[in-house]
């Protein structure tokens, strides 16, 4: 619940505002309960991105790339349409520039999540289910770029549907195998 | 000058702590003379960003597609790369979060922005230099969301040098024809 409410705060007063007192009231605890598991708030902040990211993947143990790949951006996109997690984006990237400490835990944070969409790609582009002029950490890049792009450059964040006709667009469509 | 220096103080401040005070003292003016051209911040701002844009835009009067493409995305790569422009995306990212009236200006820019890209993949489309399977709005997603996606969610932004290859990637290599 504590950490619930500091995502809350963070998407919506921001990183510079963030006060922990804030997130005691929301969670309805006091202070001193925060700050005895938390020093500071990045620690608090921290611990709720990795907190949600570990709870929320979406299963990848089966599947051809392909299938694994729509999974994986699926989750992405239908986090970005609707979570806490969403809000948090714009103050995250703002405060990364401003604050050297929280942008450590921002570029790794997100370095790790990345990690497993990029060794899809490579697994398919290896097993010729991609073109093998796809660099797969370039499509990555793409990719997830689309659905953050549309998460803060345009008026609404990607449909979720249309996360198998952007995998079309950026990777291609079905093999065409010799 | 005063243009110059209110992009300086929006990428080192951000949008929250920016005062027209400070725009006058970078650019070594008095208030009066700021807000005797514009009326409150977000004009400033606003300004600011379309004189920027309209003086700095690659020439893509003549060229294939493809040609345009490159030369588009180069351009916005070198941007994001380095320049005031470029240090102002996180505080605006978060500002549009923030503050309606931002936002509405933020969004009908990026619009406005990425419209000729997306014509140009529509042109390629049209006459066979791109993949049929390419949705000219989502491929704009992809290729600018890659460049910004690196901006602000990775340690470096993508090199200008990498944009063949990220076009590559996304679009595919030279036309395959039957």
Redesign the interface.
């Known amino acids: 619940m504590i950490l619930g409410a500091a995502l809350e705060e963070l998407g919506e007063i ?1 990183y ?1 505002g963030f006060a922990i007192e804030s997130v005691a009231a929301r969670a309805g605890v006091g202070k001193s309960t925060i700050y005895r598991h938390w020093p500071d708030k990045l620690a608090l902040i921290a611990d709720a991105f990795r907190t949600f990211h570990e709870a929320a993947g979406p299963d990848i143990a089966r599947g051809s790339p392909r299938e694994k790949l729509l999974a994986i951006l699926r989750h992405v996109a239908e986090v970005v349409v609707s979570s806490t997690f969403s ?1 948090c984006i ?2 995250l ?2 405060a ?3 604050d050297q400490d929280l942008r450590k835990f ?2 790794h944070f ?2 790790e999540a ?1 990690r497993p969409l990029i060794n899809v790609i490579a697994d398919g582009v290896a097993d010729g289910s991609f ?1 093998s ?3 797969p950490e ?2 990555a ?10 998460r ?4 609404k964040p ?1 449909d979720p549907e ?1 996360v198998g ?2 995998i ?3 990777i ?2 079905s093999p065409q195998r010799a």
């Open positions: 921001g510079g809000a714009p103050a990237v703002d990364a520039e401003r921002h570029l997100q370095r990345r073109p002029h796809v660099v370039l499509a890049f793409a990719l997830l770029g689309a659905i953050f792009f549309c803060l450059m345009t008026n990607l249309r006709e952007l079309e667009t950026v291609g469509a």
